[in-house]
T-cell receptor
Framework: NAGVTQTPKFQVLKTGQSMTLQCAQD?????MYWYRQDPGMGLRLIYY???????DKGEVPNGYNVSRLNKREFSLRLESAAPSQTSVYFC???????????FGPGTRLTVL | SQQGEEDPQALSIQEGENATMNCSYK?????LQWYRQNSGRGLVHLIL???NEREKHSGRLRVTLDTSKKSSSLLITASRAADTASYFC???????????WGAGTKLIIKP
C-alpha cells in the first residue's frame, strides 16, 4: 500500500499561473482533505470531501477549487496563483470524518 | 481561529528525560488527536483519545484528557533523539466532525 500520494513534490509558479495538485489514496477511505501549512503554524483546512461526490469549504477556501474525481482521488486547483499561496500543501484521508487522518508527503509551492 | 493551542511552543530537553506538552481547546469535542511531524514531512498519527476517556497509553506515550478544563497533555517518557519533531494536537468538533489544529510544539532532544 502506498497510502496517500501527492504530486508534484515541488512547484514554482509565477503570479497568475494556474496549476492542479493531485492526491490519491489506496486505503479505501471515504473522506479526503486539503490543508496548507505556513511556517510556524498548524494546518489550516482548505477544502474537504466527506464522501465521494461531496466537497465542502474549510477555513481558508478562497483562491482554490477542488474536485473529488472518484473515491481515490482528490485534486486541488489554483486558478490564478498569488504570492500569498506560497505554502506547503498536504493531502490527507480518513475512513470517516473525525477519524485518524493519514497524510501525504506534501507539495512545496512557491509563487513568485 | 485556533481551536487547539499547544504549550509550550518549543521545548528542548536532554535525551532520556521526559517531555510534556499541553493542548487547550475551546468548544465541545468528540475526540482529540496527537500527531508528530518530522521536519519537512507529512504528519503521523500518534494517539486518539475520545471525550469519554481520561487516559491512553501507546509505548512511551501517555495522553490525558480533562474535558472539564478543556485540556490534554502528551507525555513522552525516556526521550530519544528520534523524538525530535513538532507535535500537534487536533480536536474533532462535536458540531461538524471537522478536525481543528493547533500551531504545534517543537521538541528538540539534545544528545
Amino acid at each position: 500500500n502506498a497510502g496517500v500520494t501527492q504530486t508534484p513534490k515541488f512547484q514554482v509558479l509565477k503570479t497568475g499561473q494556474s496549476m492542479t495538485l493531485q492526491c490519491a489514496q489506496d486505503m479505501n477511505h471515504n473522506s479526503m482533505y486539503w490543508y496548507r501549512q505556513d511556517p510556524g503554524m498548524g494546518l489550516r483546512l482548505i477544502y474537504y470531501s466527506a464522501s465521494e461526490g461531496t466537497t465542502d469549504k474549510g477555513e481558508v477556501p478562497n483562491g482554490y477549487n477542488v474536485s473529488r474525481l472518484n473515491k481515490r482521488e482528490f485534486s486541488l486547483r489554483l486558478e490564478s496563483a498569488a504570492p500569498s499561496q506560497t505554502s506547503v500543501y498536504f493531502c490527507a484521508s480518513s475512513f470517516l470524518q473525525g477519524d485518524t487522518q493519514y497524510f501525504g508527503p506534501g507539495t512545496r509551492l512557491t509563487v513568485l | 481561529s485556533q481551536q487547539g493551542e499547544e504549550d509550550p511552543q518549543a521545548l528542548s530537553i536532554q535525551e532520556g528525560e521526559n517531555a510534556t506538552m499541553n493542548c487547550s481547546y475551546k468548544t465541545s469535542i468528540n475526540n482529540l488527536q496527537w500527531y508528530r511531524q518530522n521536519s519537512g514531512r507529512g504528519l503521523v498519527h500518534l494517539i486518539l483519545i475520545r471525550s469519554n476517556e481520561r487516559e491512553k497509553h501507546s509505548g512511551r506515550l501517555r495522553v490525558t484528557l480533562d474535558t472539564s478544563k478543556k485540556s490534554s497533555s502528551l507525555l513522552i517518557t525516556a526521550s530519544r533523539a528520534a523524538d525530535t519533531a513538532s507535535y500537534f494536537c487536533a480536536t474533532e468538533l462535536d458540531s461538524n466532525y471537522q478536525l481543528i489544529w493547533g500551531a504545534g510544539t517543537k521538541l528538540i532532544i539534545k544528545p
